[in-house]
């Protein structure tokens, strides 16, 4: 007898029967299972063979360490250090002398002048393995460590109050250091009016001239060159 599908009054939308409407379920695990077979082999290409070579090493990508050995204030000191550390950096972070400032890190300021062979120099602008050997004297080298007594500089730096913020009192102290020196060795300077001779005196504009490349921004600069002075006329 052939089956009729007779409307049902109570459902206005006439839907079909459940003998003919698809099962959600069915049509839910149908789409699942297509998803897995198709992930299948995407999943099986990413895993590694069992028998793959295991990744490369991860190179070391340090520098380098070379033996520096310094003699400073005194002491000596054997350092490994890379190519590139500054005698800045060795100094502070490495010897662990942090009376020697950084502050612009490029020459210009003068805050981290030490010297060197009796030489100023700016620490920011030389390697320390340039200076393998060398003699340095930073500011904590100035007073006599025997004594406990300051050395004549640092006392007039105090007595003509040549410092405010002091970051740059450090460079500005080794740099009248070794003005000193450069001045009793008859080294001219642009403000000598005849550079083949030393001048008798270290005037006003010998002194500027001759600490034009300490800065110190608290502006104390008359009492620096008068504390400078004090110190000339004295071992004059």
Do not use: W
Request: proline content about 8%; glycine content about 6%; some cysteine.
């Amino acid at each position: 007898m052939r089956h009729i599908n007779v409307p049902n009054k109570s459902n206005p939308d006439h839907e079909p029967s459940e003998a003919i409407k698809p099962s959600r379920r069915r049509f839910l695990q149908s789409a699942a299972a297509a998803a897995a077979v198709t992930a299948a082999p995407l999943a099986h290409a990413q895993q590694p063979a069992a028998t793959s070579a295991p990744p490369p090493p991860t190179p070391n990508t340090a520098a380098p360490l070379m033996p520096v050995k310094l003699t400073i204030n005194g002491h000596a000191y054997d350092m490994q250090l890379e190519a590139r550390t500054t005698l800045l950096d060795a100094l502070r972070e490495y010897a662990s002398l942090t009376g020697t400032k950084k502050g612009c890190d490029r020459g210009q300021c003068g805050a981290c002048t030490v010297i060197a062979n009796g030489r100023r120099i700016n620490s920011c602008l030389t390697l320390a393995v340039m200076h393998d050997g060398d003699s340095i004297v930073t500011v904590e080298g100035l007073a006599n460590a025997q004594t406990l007594t300051l050395s004549p500089i640092q006392r007039a730096f105090i007595d003509h109050d040549a410092f405010q913020c002091g970051f740059c009192t450090p460079g500005q102290l080794c740099s009248a250091t070794a003005l000193m020196d450069e001045f009793r060795a008859g080294d001219a300077s642009a403000a000598t009016a005849d550079v083949r001779y030393r001048p008798p005196q270290l005037s006003d504009d010998e002194i500027r001239e001759r600490m034009s490349g300490n800065i110190c921004r608290c502006g104390a600069y008359p009492n620096i060159v008068a504390a400078v002075k004090t110190v000339a006329i004295n071992k004059a």
